[in-house]
């Protein structure tokens, strides 16, 4: 098994926009769903977006308008391109790869949104 890596996570203040981006090292025909999850402090964690091996994505409701997933060129890597933030979406953003294989978690990357 083979754990997605991300990066991209920081410091910005509302408004600002950051793009999170998940290496992942398995093969684009194994995949069937890569997905963002997040947990902020003292919350559960909880799915913010993924996007399946046709391209369809799905967006929790906290997000829709605000946030963008795509897979690039290659595929091997998945964005999320995260715009207006606001203090609430603070918290440490998870990749997560479902595949053939089974399911990898990345390590996670942090984003902390300023008022």
């Known amino acids: 098994q083979v754990q997605p890596v991300e990066s991209g996570g920081g410091l910005v203040q509302a408004g600002g926009s950051l793009r999170l981006s998940c290496a992942v090292s398995?093969?684009?025909?194994?995949?069937?769903?890569v997905a963002w999850y997040r947990r902020a402090p003292g919350k559960q964690r909880e799915l913010v977006a993924e996007?399946?091996?046709?391209?369809?994505?799905n967006y929790a409701d906290s997000v829709k308008g605000r946030f963008a997933i795509s897979r690039g060129i290659a595929k091997n890597t998945v964005y999320l391109k995260m715009n207006s933030l606001k203090p609430e979406d603070t918290a440490v953003y998870y990749c997560?790869?479902?595949?053939?294989?089974?399911?990898?978690w990345g390590q996670g990357t942090k984003v902390t949104v300023s008022s």
């Open positions: 997560y790869v479902e595949s053939f294989n089974g399911v990898n």
């Open positions: 398995e093969s684009i025909f194994s995949i069937n769903v």
């Open positions: 996007i399946g091996s046709g391209g369809s994505a």
